[in-house]
T-cell receptor, first 115, second 110 residues
């Protein structure tokens, strides 16, 4: 969805490096999410935020941190990248006010490889 | 813990066939069950969704069947086409967030 953008689209880094993945949205949604996708494991929630002052841990938050800089921006950081964080990362947004209440709009993804 | 179990992991059908993907859940508090479709290189997108007060929902060639007592729901794709080849994820809503299944890769051959 062009309304949700992610940068970079691809990133190769080395073990121990700090990495930031960025997400921006023009949909005006309050809610933003970070997921990682691994083959056979589906989409797993890392962190989510319902407004600028709200940050919540998801299923697999260890090794990650987030920052909600503005309503439209939600960044994911890997403080010290490790190889098992190699995955496809997706940002998503949703709007409490528009049905269906839980529809999420996903960005195009960031493919991260940690060597 | 895997709160939403999805099967099969992969599925191959001929054009015109009716692939069926199944999901099961444990948490009776789930109140919204969407299916997302993901094409290669793209993010998932909502395909169809159902709430537990109905047993079936149809949108075009896609149908969700929902069995509340068995805590199961399934996606049926009628008259499948090669363009339906994608990965399909079921999900369930847990208060304010979605719990996704592990995904099914569907291939439809001409």
């Amino acid at each position: 969805d062009a309304d949700v953008t992610q940068t970079p689209r691809n990133r190769i880094t080395k073990t121990g490096k700090r990495i930031m993945l960025e997400c921006s949205q023009t949909k005006g949604h309050d809610r933003m999410y970070w997921y990682r996708q691994d083959p056979g494991l589906g989409l797993r929630l890392i962190y989510y935020s319902f407004d600028v002052k709200d940050i919540n841990k998801g299923e697999i938050s260890d090794g990650y941190s987030v920052s909600r800089q503005a309503q439209a921006k939600f960044s994911l950081s890997l403080e010290s990248a490790i190889p098992n964080q190699t995955a496809l990362y997706f940002c998503a947004t949703s709007d409490l006010g528009s049905p269906p209440l839980d529809e999420q709009f996903f960005g195009p993804g960031t493919r991260l490889t940690v060597l | 813990q895997q709160q939403v179990k999805q099967s099969p992991q992969s599925l191959i059908v001929q054009k015109g066939g009716i692939p069926i993907i199944n999901c099961a859940y444990e948490n009776t508090a789930f109140d919204y069950f969407p299916w997302y479709q993901q094409f290669p290189g793209k993010g998932p997108a909502l395909l169809i969704a159902i709430r537990p007060d109905v047993s079936e929902k149809k949108e075009g060639r896609f149908t969700i069947s929902f069995n509340k007592s068995a805590k199961q729901f399934s996606l049926h794709i009628m008259d499948s086409q090669p363009g339906d080849s994608a990965t399909y994820f079921c999900a369930a809503s847990d208060t304010d967030k979605l719990i996704f299944g592990t995904g099914t890769r569907l291939q439809v051959f001409p």
